[in-house]
């Protein structure tokens, strides 16, 4: 894998802050020829840098009103089959393991707590939760600091 450059960091920057900013615009802003930016984030592609390109939707818009962050501690033997369950699950957006007295952190969207309430019951099958609804977000997205 080759070093990154400052043209590299440029271009990253640009896409994260507009992932849809025309290769054109890019191309002015690093001076270099719309191939060649072009070349350059193929290569940033595959070297795994970038992992995709994604549209930030307001799940309000969905009646997802409902933001929570649950904390799961589960054990090794239920780990395989609650896996499949939240990867198959909409509502969850997000699941990490994480350190510390939980194993799991999800961040989950639903549109009532009832729905929200049916998901947590599911999910005590498979260990103990401990969950954090969102009152409101200060900040929604940030991307990586470069």
Do not use: W
Request: include cysteine; charge should be neutral.
């Amino acid at each position: 894998m080759r070093e990154l450059d400052k043209v590299d960091i440029k271009i990253l920057k640009l896409l994260q802050n507009n992932a849809r900013i025309p290769v054109s615009q890019i191309a002015k802003e690093v001076f270099l020829s719309a191939p060649t930016v072009s070349s350059r984030i193929e290569e940033l592609t595959e070297m795994g840098i970038i992992k995709g390109y994604y549209t930030e939707i307001d799940n309000s818009a969905f009646s997802n009103v409902i933001k929570a962050y649950i904390d799961m501690e589960v054990s090794p033997e239920k780990k395989n089959e609650l896996y499949e369950y939240l990867v198959s699950n909409p509502a969850v957006m997000e699941c990490n393991r994480v350190t510390g007295e939980y194993s799991l952190l999800m961040k989950v969207v639903f549109k009532n707590t009832v729905e929200m309430d049916k998901f947590i019951n599911t999910l005590q099958v498979y260990g103990r939760t401990k969950t954090q609804i969102v009152f409101s977000t200060i900040i929604s997205h940030r991307g990586v600091i470069i």
